[in-house]
Structures are given as structure tokens and as C-alpha cells.
């Protein structure tokens, strides 16, 4: 690709580096404490277990899907994944049932959409109440904390002085962005949700390929729950509550298309560093958490406002 | 042609309601009318009649306000008006009774024919009393047996037609358009829709009257003007015509040389199709084609042409029926089926069905074939950059690169781009429905050029066309379908286009 072409076809993003970068410098001339190294690894920590999930969302909303139930399923997959440690088993067994039980959530999710036939958001609004119900009864309602340190380590361990959450957000990334660019089930999730019946009519398996999207967004909401436990030192039954929405929000915010059919990967990994980096930023300038709310709820309107305006434009 | 409205006693009564001067339509890269006069007279049924795109659709949304005219004049009752939406319209006592029914079936008949203006006895609460009585009047005068009351949901396609038409009349309208009222509806229904529309006559409304039924014109018409190829073609009392008449006016056309045909060595059989039935679609379909040959597929809206095409290419189910390619039975349960055998589907509408428009170009290309690019999953770009490169090049597709979006081509460019596609899936039977349709006529030659390409190579094209000189100018043999059926199947060479179009409309059954 032309070094200009590059430029053009990814405008987007760059709009929205651009805009992450103003708050970063605005940030950085209001507070002393908001550009140091420390703090700033600091917010990449803070923002993987968001930014691992709003991959899976990512691929769902290309896809012209939705996810609701991201947060249930994290916190479902946490409470399975500390009774597994609790119990004794292997930590690489654990961490896989971790994903394995993310994954067969979405799995569900997709079926339900696919072969059900059930709109995105009412199967996974579904998920949402099932998924969190079950990790209330599996605990009953109660905490699982205190695991060993080889475990905890994948929030607390560092490599090269890079935290292992923010590792592991960066591994996801690269991975992600080779699946949408380089393999068929990336190309196909932008032709589903670009045009499903064209899609179907050029041979494309469609209902397998959407059921393929939901599970893998499951997987990473298992991922993330392996994060949230091993920082917490906790699994909690009510962990991730309102998730899905911060995940949406990052996704959309990242130039990602609620009709589906457009969307880059870096843009959400931007979009959800922008989220963090507003919510350290507002911290640090000790504003209240009420306000918190209104500021980051604004900056979504405001930039789907903007990108809506800009495409416009374009056309 | 003259008009033959001056010079008859009555023409004293039956005075202009409405006179479209020289109206021109344009839509980018079509001429959709092309200087057409057209006048409605008070209280008359006035048959509008035409082949598929002869432009009668597009008249009427001028009048109804759906569409703008680009050039002439609209007068209604004596005054030059500009109609510029469909509201104004009604305003003006102008109805349109579509095919597909705008009533909301939850709600019931007189809920109906009120919606938006119901009658209230203070702000905020209806009248029902009031209100069903006036809708019972109303449907009363039409002459039917619709109690006011009862569910939409529950009323036969010509009651709603009929609610329709009463809430056409709630809204004083003067003239009322109808468009092909009859093709849902059974004999004993027809006969109460023209009792309804005598009503209508009596009352002094006009009405503009689709239809393809030419046995229907003698019983309800008063007059007819036929459109073809966007012009006016003529005006005439229907009595003063006969059958052949109307089909000659609609096809009349000297050929011209726009179609670059070439004929090609018709090879072995590539596809046979025995016995295809689906209930209600298509019944007992039962045809051959051959490598390098273009059977063309004729037949009005609604005859089962693409229906056919998708059940060839496994994308509806059949009920029952063979489907032999290359003299082999095969079984099609799906799209992905019937590409692995070779066969390549351009659909009807490339915008909804052929293409991803945020994709890019290349990605569209090979959209069909990413299975040839890639190992376990993984694309390989540079294979897939040379092949979509190939085909750009070789066909000729105008983009500023690969990467463009297929969103910003040209329709004829667009086209191609779904043609490369199963070129790219070594389609060696192709179905292309409308395959010319909303293109400029440069690229539309480009295209048949295209098609003699393919045909040379050994492919077979099944091409489904509403353009009669298409089929004549293209095909090497004509299929014409009718109501789901084969109404014949003719050498190119050794049939007119008023044939094409008695087998099209059933019209021979009548005529002998």
C-alpha cells in the first residue's frame, strides 16, 4: 500500500490518535502527575481488561452484532476459574477452563443468534441475566479470594518492566489485527456485517462464521476474567457489571461502525485507551465519580457525533 | 399519435382533471421518460400499459409525488402545479393504492382510513362511534361487505385494497392510481374490485389503471396509453384496439446494432435443470444449456426468473426436481454447493445482494474464492493482490486501486467487479439477472462484450432480462416464463418480440 493511500484509508484512526493525543497534553498541563512513566503504565494496566474485552467486541459489531453479556460472562468465567485453583488443579488447566467456560458461553450466544435466529441483543441481553445468575449460584453470592503467587503474578509480574496484563492486552492486539486483516474469518466478519445476504450468495457459511465471532468474544471475556481475578486476588460473582457498555463504548469511539461492516482494530485499542485515560486523568484531578460518569458519557456522544459528521462529509 | 379526445359529444363532461406536458425523467445514466404527454379525463379509467421499465412506474410517482420530474409540466384542474411530495399530493386529491399495502394490520379498517385524522370528540380522545359509521359509509358506497370494525389483519388482499381505496376517498381524491390491483387477487375478487371502481367512475373520480391483463382492459378501460423504452407511445379508446395492436405498440422497435453478438460454437450440455418444482413459485421447470451459449430468460415481473436463478444456485429450497451440470446429477443445498460446482450467480441488485460496498475492490474479487489465497485460515495477500489484479485489468474495472471501496465505482464498474468475482470462482455456469440494469449504455456494450468473452471460453450464461431487445439482441435462445412456468422456449432467430410477449402474458390463451 502507498504510504499516502495509508494515510486515507485509515483517517479514522488517525482522528482519533489525534484525539487521545489532546488529552493526553491537556491532561499533562493540568496535572504533574499525569505524564510519568509510572502512571502511565499505570493506565495501560488499568485499561487491558477493557481493551481485551472490546476485541471480542470489536469482531461481534463488524460482524453487525452486539455483545450485552461480556461482563456476566467475565465474571462467571472468574468464579469457575477460582474454584478451579482452589481445588488444586494445574494452573495452566485452570486458566484454560477459564476460556473454555467464556467460550462456551459465546458459543451459546451464537447459536442462539444463528440458528435461533434471535436478534443479537436479545440473545446476549439473555446471556447477560443467565451468566450472572449462574456465577451468583455457583458462589453463593460469596467472593473466592487468596491464590497462590504463580498465578497472581499475571496482574503483579512485569516483563522488561511492562506490566503482564498490558503484555498480554498488546499480545491480543497483534493477534487481532492479523485475524481482521490476513485470515478468511476476518475478511468474512467484515462481509457479514458489510452485507450478510451478499455474503451468503457468494458462498460464505455464514451461520458458522457468526457462531465462530460470538465464542471468540467469549474466550476473551474468559481472559479477561483471568486478569481481573489474579489482580483482585478475587473472584467476584458481581464483577464487571456495566463492562459490556465500556467495551461498546471503546469500540465506538475507536471509529467501529454500529451497522456493522467497518471497523479497525487499533481504533478500539485507541478508543479504550482513551476511556482510561480520561478516567485516570479525571482521578488525578481528584474530580468526584459522579461527575466522572457525565465527562466520559459525553465524550462518547460527542465522538460518534463527530465521526458521523466526518463520514458525511466524506460522501 | 392523435389523441382522440377532441371532436366526441361527451368530451363536453369528460374534461381534463389532469395534463402532463412533455415530461422528462431523468435518473443518472437513464432516461426513465422521455417527453411524455398524458392526459386524464374526469371520471375515466385510463390504462396506463408497457413492458417491464417502459417507464409507467415512474410516471406515476411523478404524479403521486414520489419522484420530481426533471422537465415539463403537471396541470391539475386548469393550473400549472409543481407536486413535490406525496403528501401535497394527497392534498390535491391524488391516492396511489400500492401493490404492497401501506395499512397497519393491528389496527382495524376504519382505524385505518382516519390514521392522522381521526375524528376526536375533545384533544386527545377519538370518536370510535363517529368514526366507524363515516368509515362504514365510506366502504358502503364502494359497494362491498367490509364491516369498518374488523382487523386489517384479518381482510382478504382485495378487501385491503379496498380500505385503501375508501381511505383514498376519506381524502376526497380525484384520482386515484392503482397499480396492478389484480395480480394477487381471484376471479370473484376482480369482479367486486371492478364493481368498486364503477362506483368510483359514477362519482366522477378518474382512475389510472397498471396492468399487464390485457383481457382485463375491454371490461374496465376507457382508455389507454402505452409507454415503451420512456416514451409516449399513444392514446387510444380501448375499444378502438385490439390485443395484437396493444402487443405491437408495446414491442414496435426497429433493432438496432448496439448488441455486439457474437455467436459461439454451442458445445456439450452444461447444465439441465428436469422437473424443478417449488410450491407455489415455480412449477415443473424443465430446460437445458450448453457451453457458449446465452439462453435468455424473458417474463414480466413476478414470473419466477429470479426465483428460478436462486433455486439453481441451491440459495431458496426446492421441493423437488433434478439439477444436472456437466450431464452429471448433482445436488445444490446451498450457495457454497453450487459455487464448488461452478456455477456463479450475479444477482439482480449487485447494491443489496451482489457486493459488500465497504469492501474493498479486491476483497469483492475474491470474496467468492478466498479458499484459492489461503492456508488454514491465513490469506495470503500477495496471491490474492495478483489474481484481484489480474481481473481489473483484464476487464477493464475503472478504480483509483485495489483498496478503493467498491461503493465509490461506477454501476457499470461495480458490475464488472461482481462478473470478476466468478470469473475468480472459474464459474462455468453463469446466471446474470439483469445484468445491464442502471449502467450507462458505454459501459452496457462493455458489458455484452464481456458476455461474448465468457461464451468464446465455453461458459454458458443464463441471462434473465426485462429488456426484450437485450434477450433479442444477446441470447441464443429465449426461455420465456410466465406464473412460475415455461411458456415457451424459442431459437432466437426463429421468434419476434410480439411472440415473446403473448407468451409472457399468457396472452394466446384469450387471443385464439
Given at each position: 500500500m502507498q504510504y499516502k493511500e495509508f494515510i486515507l484509508h485509515n483517517a479514522r484512526q488517525f482522528g482519533t490518535l489525534f484525539g487521545l493525543f489532546v488529552l493526553i497534553i491537556l491532561l499533562w498541563i493540568l496535572t504533574p502527575h499525569f505524564l510519568t512513566i509510572s502512571n502511565l503504565l499505570n493506565v495501560a494496566q488499568q485499561t487491558s481488561i477493557n481493551a481485551i474485552i472490546a476485541v471480542g467486541m470489536t469482531f461481534v459489531i463488524i460482524a453487525a452484532g452486539i455483545d450485552l453479556s461480556v461482563g456476566s460472562i467475565m465474571a462467571f468465567s472468574g468464579v469457575v476459574l477460582a474454584s478451579a485453583l482452589e481445588a488444586g488443579l494445574p494452573l495452566p488447566i485452570a486458566l484454560l477452563i477459564s476460556l473454555a467456560v467464556g467460550m462456551v458461553c459465546g458459543l451459546l450466544n451464537g447459536l442462539f443468534i444463528t440458528y435461533?435466529?434471535?436478534p443479537p441483543f436479545i440473545a446476549t441481553l439473555g446471556m447477560m441475566s443467565v451468566a450472572r445468575g449462574a456465577a451468583l449460584l455457583y458462589t453463593q453470592g460469596r467472593p473466592i479470594s487468596g491464590f497462590a503467587e504463580d498465578f497472581r503474578s499475571f496482574a503483579t509480574g512485569e516483563i522488561l518492566g511492562i506490566p503482564t496484563p498490558v503484555i498480554i492486552m498488546i499480545g491480543v492486539y497483534i493477534i487481532a489485527h492479523f485475524v481482521l486483516n490476513r485470515t478468511k474469518l476476518g475478511r468474512y466478519t467484515y462481509a457479514i456485517g458489510g452485507n450478510e445476504e451478499a455474503s451468503v450468495l457468494s458462498g460464505i457459511n455464514v451461520k458458522f462464521f457468526k457462531t465462530m465471532i460470538y465464542a471468540i468474544c467469549g474466550m476473551l471475556s474468559g481472559l479477561a476474567a483471568i486478569i481481573l481475578t489474579a489482580r483482585l486476588n478475587s473472584a467476584q460473582p458481581i464483577a464487571g457489571i456495566m463492562y459490556e457498555l465500556d467495551a461498546i463504548a471503546a469500540t465506538v469511539i475507536g471509529g467501529t461502525s454500529l451497522m456493522g461492516g467497518e471497523g479497525r482494530i487499533v481504533g478500539t485499542l485507541i478508543g479504550a485507551l482513551i476511556m482510561g485515560v480520561l478516567r485516570n486523568g479525571l482521578n488525578l484531578l481528584g474530580i468526584s465519580s459522579f461527575v466522572q460518569q457525565i465527562i466520559i458519557g459525553s465524550v462518547i456522544i460527542i465522538a460518534v457525533l463527530i465521526d458521523m459528521a466526518l463520514k458525511k462529509h466524506r460522501k | 399519435m392523435e389523441n382522440t379526445i377532441g371532436g366526441q359529444a361527451r368530451s363536453q363532461e369528460k374534461y381534463p382533471v389532469l395534463e402532463m406536458r412533455n415530461i422528462r425523467k431523468e435518473f443518472p445514466g437513464v432516461l426513465a421518460l422521455d417527453n411524455v404527454n398524458f392526459i386524464l379525463l374526469k371520471g375515466e379509467v385510463h390504462i396506463l400499459l408497457g413492458e417491464n421499465g417502459a417507464g409507467k412506474s415512474t410516471l406515476v410517482k411523478i404524479i403521486s409525488g414520489a419522484y420530481q420530474k426533471s422537465a415539463g409540466s403537471l396541470v391539475l384542474d386548469g393550473e400549472e402545479i409543481e407536486i413535490k411530495n406525496p403528501r401535497q399530493a394527497q392534498r390535491l386529491g391524488i391516492s396511489i393504492i400500492y401493490q404492497?399495502?401501506?395499512?397497519?394490520?393491528?389496527?382495524t379498517a376504519a382505524e385505518n382510513i382516519f390514521l392522522g385524522r381521526e375524528f376526536l370528540f375533545s384533544p386527545g380522545i377519538i370518536d370510535q362511534k363517529k368514526q366507524n359509521l363515516e368509515a362504514q359509509r365510506l366502504l358502503d358506497d364502494l359497494g362491498v361487505t367490509i364491516n369498518a370494525r374488523h382487523f386489517v389483519a384479518d381482510l382478504g388482499v382485495a378487501q385491503k385494497q379496498m380500505v385503501e381505496v375508501a381511505k383514498a376517498l376519506s381524502l376526497d381524491a380525484k384520482i386515484i392510481i392503482m397499480d396492478e390491483p389484480t395480480s394477487a387477487l381471484t376471479k370473484k375478487e376482480i369482479t367486486e374490485l371492478f364493481t368498486a371502481i364503477k362506483h368510483l367512475k359514477e362519482r366522477g373520480v378518474s382512475i389510472i389503471y397498471i396492468s399487464?391483463?390485457?383481457?382485463e382492459l375491454s371490461e374496465i378501460g376507457d382508455r389507454v396509453t402505452v409507454l415503451r423504452d420512456g416514451k409516449h407511445i399513444g392514446t387510444h379508446q380501448v375499444s378502438n384496439l385490439s390485443e395484437d395492436d396493444l402487443i405491437k405498440m408495446m414491442v414496435d422497435r426497429e433493432l438496432t446494432e448496439q448488441y455486439p453478438k457474437q455467436r459461439q460454437q454451442i458445445g456439450d450440455e452444461i447444465l439441465r435443470i428436469e422437473k424443478l418444482n417449488r410450491r407455489g413459485i415455480l412449477e415443473d421447470i424443465s430446460f437445458s444449456m450448453h457451453q457458449g451459449e446465452i439462453l435468455g430468460v424473458a417474463g414480466l415481473l413476478g414470473s419466477g426468473r429470479t426465483e428460478l436463478a436462486r433455486a439453481i444456485f441451491g440459495a431458496d429450497k426446492i421441493d423437488s426436481g433434478k439439477i444436472y451440470i456437466g450431464g452429471k446429477l448433482q445436488q445444490v443445498k446451498n450457495p457454497k454447493n453450487a459455487i464448488n460446482l461452478h456455477i456463479g450467480y450475479l444477482t439482480e441488485d449487485r447494491k443489496t445482494e451482489g457486493?459488500?460496498?465497504?469492501?474493498?475492490v479486491q476483497s469483492n474479487v475474491c470474496l467468492a474464492s478466498l479458499e484459492q489465497f489461503s492456508k488454514f485460515g491465513v490469506i495470503n495477500p500477495k496471491r490474492e493482490e495478483k489474481t484481484a489484479f489480474k481481473y481489473v485489468n483484464d476487464l477493464r474495472i475503472k478504480t483509483p486501486s485495489l483498496n478503493q471501496k467498491v461503493l465509490f465505482l461506477s454501476g457499470g464498474n461495480q458490475q464488472k467487479v461482481v462478473v470478476s468475482k466468478w470469473l475468480c470462482s472459474n464459474a462455468k455456469v453463469l446466471i446474470f439477472d439483469e445484468p445491464t440494469r442502471g449502467i450507462d449504455v458505454g459501459s452496457k456494450v462493455e458489458i455484452y462484450q464481456l458476455m461474448n468473452r465468457l461464451t468464446a471460453s465455453g461458459v454458458g450464461i443464463l441471462m434473465i432480462s426485462s429488456e426484450l431487445p437485450e434477450i433479442m439482441g444477446m441470447s441464443d435462445r429465449v426461455m420465456v416464463m410466465r406464473q412460475g412456468m415455461i411458456a415457451g422456449i424459442y431459437n432466437t432467430d426463429e421468434v419476434t418480440q410480439e411472440k415473446i410477449l403473448q407468451d409472457a402474458l399468457g396472452a394466446v390463451s384469450y387471443a385464439v
Amino acid at each position: 500500500m502507498q504510504y499516502k493511500e495509508f494515510i486515507l484509508h485509515n483517517a479514522r484512526q488517525f482522528g482519533t490518535l489525534f484525539g487521545l493525543f489532546v488529552l493526553i497534553i491537556l491532561l499533562w498541563i493540568l496535572t504533574p502527575h499525569f505524564l510519568t512513566i509510572s502512571n502511565l503504565l499505570n493506565v495501560a494496566q488499568q485499561t487491558s481488561i477493557n481493551a481485551i474485552i472490546a476485541v471480542g467486541m470489536t469482531f461481534v459489531i463488524i460482524a453487525a452484532g452486539i455483545d450485552l453479556s461480556v461482563g456476566s460472562i467475565m465474571a462467571f468465567s472468574g468464579v469457575v476459574l477460582a474454584s478451579a485453583l482452589e481445588a488444586g488443579l494445574p494452573l495452566p488447566i485452570a486458566l484454560l477452563i477459564s476460556l473454555a467456560v467464556g467460550m462456551v458461553c459465546g458459543l451459546l450466544n451464537g447459536l442462539f443468534i444463528t440458528y435461533g435466529k434471535l436478534p443479537p441483543f436479545i440473545a446476549t441481553l439473555g446471556m447477560m441475566s443467565v451468566a450472572r445468575g449462574a456465577a451468583l449460584l455457583y458462589t453463593q453470592g460469596r467472593p473466592i479470594s487468596g491464590f497462590a503467587e504463580d498465578f497472581r503474578s499475571f496482574a503483579t509480574g512485569e516483563i522488561l518492566g511492562i506490566p503482564t496484563p498490558v503484555i498480554i492486552m498488546i499480545g491480543v492486539y497483534i493477534i487481532a489485527h492479523f485475524v481482521l486483516n490476513r485470515t478468511k474469518l476476518g475478511r468474512y466478519t467484515y462481509a457479514i456485517g458489510g452485507n450478510e445476504e451478499a455474503s451468503v450468495l457468494s458462498g460464505i457459511n455464514v451461520k458458522f462464521f457468526k457462531t465462530m465471532i460470538y465464542a471468540i468474544c467469549g474466550m476473551l471475556s474468559g481472559l479477561a476474567a483471568i486478569i481481573l481475578t489474579a489482580r483482585l486476588n478475587s473472584a467476584q460473582p458481581i464483577a464487571g457489571i456495566m463492562y459490556e457498555l465500556d467495551a461498546i463504548a471503546a469500540t465506538v469511539i475507536g471509529g467501529t461502525s454500529l451497522m456493522g461492516g467497518e471497523g479497525r482494530i487499533v481504533g478500539t485499542l485507541i478508543g479504550a485507551l482513551i476511556m482510561g485515560v480520561l478516567r485516570n486523568g479525571l482521578n488525578l484531578l481528584g474530580i468526584s465519580s459522579f461527575v466522572q460518569q457525565i465527562i466520559i458519557g459525553s465524550v462518547i456522544i460527542i465522538a460518534v457525533l463527530i465521526d458521523m459528521a466526518l463520514k458525511k462529509h466524506r460522501k | 399519435m392523435e389523441n382522440t379526445i377532441g371532436g366526441q359529444a361527451r368530451s363536453q363532461e369528460k374534461y381534463p382533471v389532469l395534463e402532463m406536458r412533455n415530461i422528462r425523467k431523468e435518473f443518472p445514466g437513464v432516461l426513465a421518460l422521455d417527453n411524455v404527454n398524458f392526459i386524464l379525463l374526469k371520471g375515466e379509467v385510463h390504462i396506463l400499459l408497457g413492458e417491464n421499465g417502459a417507464g409507467k412506474s415512474t410516471l406515476v410517482k411523478i404524479i403521486s409525488g414520489a419522484y420530481q420530474k426533471s422537465a415539463g409540466s403537471l396541470v391539475l384542474d386548469g393550473e400549472e402545479i409543481e407536486i413535490k411530495n406525496p403528501r401535497q399530493a394527497q392534498r390535491l386529491g391524488i391516492s396511489i393504492i400500492y401493490q404492497e399495502f401501506n395499512l397497519i394490520p393491528e389496527l382495524t379498517a376504519a382505524e385505518n382510513i382516519f390514521l392522522g385524522r381521526e375524528f376526536l370528540f375533545s384533544p386527545g380522545i377519538i370518536d370510535q362511534k363517529k368514526q366507524n359509521l363515516e368509515a362504514q359509509r365510506l366502504l358502503d358506497d364502494l359497494g362491498v361487505t367490509i364491516n369498518a370494525r374488523h382487523f386489517v389483519a384479518d381482510l382478504g388482499v382485495a378487501q385491503k385494497q379496498m380500505v385503501e381505496v375508501a381511505k383514498a376517498l376519506s381524502l376526497d381524491a380525484k384520482i386515484i392510481i392503482m397499480d396492478e390491483p389484480t395480480s394477487a387477487l381471484t376471479k370473484k375478487e376482480i369482479t367486486e374490485l371492478f364493481t368498486a371502481i364503477k362506483h368510483l367512475k359514477e362519482r366522477g373520480v378518474s382512475i389510472i389503471y397498471i396492468s399487464h391483463r390485457l383481457e382485463e382492459l375491454s371490461e374496465i378501460g376507457d382508455r389507454v396509453t402505452v409507454l415503451r423504452d420512456g416514451k409516449h407511445i399513444g392514446t387510444h379508446q380501448v375499444s378502438n384496439l385490439s390485443e395484437d395492436d396493444l402487443i405491437k405498440m408495446m414491442v414496435d422497435r426497429e433493432l438496432t446494432e448496439q448488441y455486439p453478438k457474437q455467436r459461439q460454437q454451442i458445445g456439450d450440455e452444461i447444465l439441465r435443470i428436469e422437473k424443478l418444482n417449488r410450491r407455489g413459485i415455480l412449477e415443473d421447470i424443465s430446460f437445458s444449456m450448453h457451453q457458449g451459449e446465452i439462453l435468455g430468460v424473458a417474463g414480466l415481473l413476478g414470473s419466477g426468473r429470479t426465483e428460478l436463478a436462486r433455486a439453481i444456485f441451491g440459495a431458496d429450497k426446492i421441493d423437488s426436481g433434478k439439477i444436472y451440470i456437466g450431464g452429471k446429477l448433482q445436488q445444490v443445498k446451498n450457495p457454497k454447493n453450487a459455487i464448488n460446482l461452478h456455477i456463479g450467480y450475479l444477482t439482480e441488485d449487485r447494491k443489496t445482494e451482489g457486493l459488500v460496498l465497504d469492501l474493498s475492490v479486491q476483497s469483492n474479487v475474491c470474496l467468492a474464492s478466498l479458499e484459492q489465497f489461503s492456508k488454514f485460515g491465513v490469506i495470503n495477500p500477495k496471491r490474492e493482490e495478483k489474481t484481484a489484479f489480474k481481473y481489473v485489468n483484464d476487464l477493464r474495472i475503472k478504480t483509483p486501486s485495489l483498496n478503493q471501496k467498491v461503493l465509490f465505482l461506477s454501476g457499470g464498474n461495480q458490475q464488472k467487479v461482481v462478473v470478476s468475482k466468478w470469473l475468480c470462482s472459474n464459474a462455468k455456469v453463469l446466471i446474470f439477472d439483469e445484468p445491464t440494469r442502471g449502467i450507462d449504455v458505454g459501459s452496457k456494450v462493455e458489458i455484452y462484450q464481456l458476455m461474448n468473452r465468457l461464451t468464446a471460453s465455453g461458459v454458458g450464461i443464463l441471462m434473465i432480462s426485462s429488456e426484450l431487445p437485450e434477450i433479442m439482441g444477446m441470447s441464443d435462445r429465449v426461455m420465456v416464463m410466465r406464473q412460475g412456468m415455461i411458456a415457451g422456449i424459442y431459437n432466437t432467430d426463429e421468434v419476434t418480440q410480439e411472440k415473446i410477449l403473448q407468451d409472457a402474458l399468457g396472452a394466446v390463451s384469450y387471443a385464439v
